[in-house]
């Protein structure tokens, strides 16, 4: 897949020159003498060394060797050196690159260890050396145990497994994610609990490797590809359960920092419920596979079914509240409106009593009732002085309870007051 790094092949080692033939006398036997050996024709030595590397090769196979750890050193050409020891003996070792590539974590200073491998000669300095093709730490877990705790303390440190960035699952996602093989039994398993739970639910789908060199990678890519928004409402990141090599790619820290970095909640789906992985650590949540997982990122139509009639109900009710407190507070309006309008009536019946107390006070007929008469003229205008009377003159006296006709026969104006 694009951005893998694939490995150049160790540089060939150089040609050994040619060995000078053998003679008789310079095999080994039991009457070697000093006038033979001088006879015999002097051997390099190059050619003593490949004849040692031959004769250990050829001796010894394959085999295990167990010791602790000395003087461990990655060079720069991604060749390991080290020397195994026990109590009584060290032995040289070296482990190539191609090898030592596989290695999860570089073994500690003192750490036990067995290694497989062949027994050599380096050649060019004539040193003994075991070179070693694989190489496991004694104890639970080993290499592996030891580079997970190591990257776990590293990540801790840094908050990422902190519980309270952990982000909650959407109840009801319309899009769902899924970073895993396209050809692993872990796509069908999602994609079947999906379709049977919430069947309106759309998947989206980055392929990616999950086992092998470069997984770690592929599957960091494929995550970040749902890091745009709305690509996705939760992610799935997982495969089918594995031994420990088969599952490394999910304790590796390029994957642990996108899934860390991912804006979108994850749902960890690695192998079963014994394999614990950085990204069960790292995501928002972890399944024990990835039909848990599924199971987790959609809700199941049934109870989806159930929480709508839940809602209907609850709704229905608060419905039915509503109305009931509308009409009660329309009662009250009612009331009070009534109440009000009783209220205002009887303080304008109680305004109108005082205006109609205060109109009579001020009406020409409450005088009449006090005893006084109105004169008016034949218009009905009132006649208010002595000169508006002349002698002959007829006028109207209105009483309290009738109209008096009247004749003037004089008019006797009234003199000044004197102070």
């Known amino acids: 897949m694009s951005g893998d790094l694939f490995d150049a092949a160790p540089p060939p080692r150089p040609p050994r020159p040619p060995r000078p033939p053998r003679r008789a006398a310079v095999k080994r036997s039991a009457g070697w003498n000093l006038e033979e050996a001088a006879a015999a024709e002097a051997l390099s030595v190059t050619a003593v060394n490949a004849m040692a590397k031959e004769a250990l090769e050829g001796v010894l196979p394959p085999l295990w060797v167990e010791g602790e750890v000395t003087g461990w050193k990655r060079h720069t050409s991604g060749h390991c050196y080290l020397s195994l020891r026990d109590a009584r003996a060290q032995l040289r070792a070296v ?50 145990r030891l580079a997970f705790e190591r990257l776990r303390k590293k990540l801790e440190a840094e908050g990422l497994l902190a519980t309270e960035r952990k982000r909650p699952l959407p109840r009801h996602p319309t899009t769902v994610g899924i970073v895993t093989s396209p050809v692993g039994a872990a796509l069908h398993d999602i994609l079947q609990v999906i379709r049977a739970r919430a069947p309106w639910t759309r998947v989206r789908f980055a392929p990616a490797k999950v086992q092998g060199p470069g997984a770690a990678y592929d599957l960091a890519r494929a995550v970040r590809l749902f890091g745009s928004p709305g690509t996705a409402d939760v992610v799935i990141v997982g495969r089918g359960g594995g031994s420990v ?18 804006p979108v909640p994850i749902i960890s789906a690695v192998g079963h419920e014994v394999d614990v992985t950085i990204a069960d650590l790292v995501a928002d949540q972890r399944a024990a596979t990835p039909s848990a997982a599924a199971e987790r990122a959609v809700p199941d139509r049934g109870a989806v079914a159930r929480e709508l009639t839940a809602l209907r109900n609850r709704l229905d009710a ?4 509503s109305v009931r407190r509308q009409r009660d507070g329309v009662e009250v309006l009612r009331s009070d409106l009534e109440r009000a309008m009783r209220q205002t009536v009887i ?48 006028f109207a006296l209105r009483v309290v309870d009738g109209t008096v006709s009247c004749r003037t026969e004089s008019v006797v104006p009234l003199e000044d007051d004197v102070e």
């Open 318 to 321: 608060a419905l039915r509240r």
């Open 347 to 394: 303080a304008r019946r109680r305004a109108v009593a005082g205006l109609a107390d205060k109109l009579d006070t001020l009406s020409p007929l409450a005088a009449l009732r006090r005893g006084y008469a109105v004169p008016l003229d034949g218009n009905a205008r009132i006649l208010r002085c002595a000169e508006d009377f002349d002698p002959g003159d007829t």
């Open 95 to 144: 482990m190539f690159r191609l090898d030592a590539q596989r290695l999860p974590a570089d073994p500690e200073e003192g750490m036990k260890v067995r290694a497989f491998g062949t027994v050599t000669l380096y050649e060019r300095r004539g040193e003994y050396q075991f070179v070693a093709r694989e190489i496991e730490a004694r104890g639970a877990g080993g290499l592996w």
């Open 245 to 262: 090599e088969d599952l490394w790619a999910f304790n590796e820290e390029v994957l642990a920092r996108a899934i860390s970095a991912c």
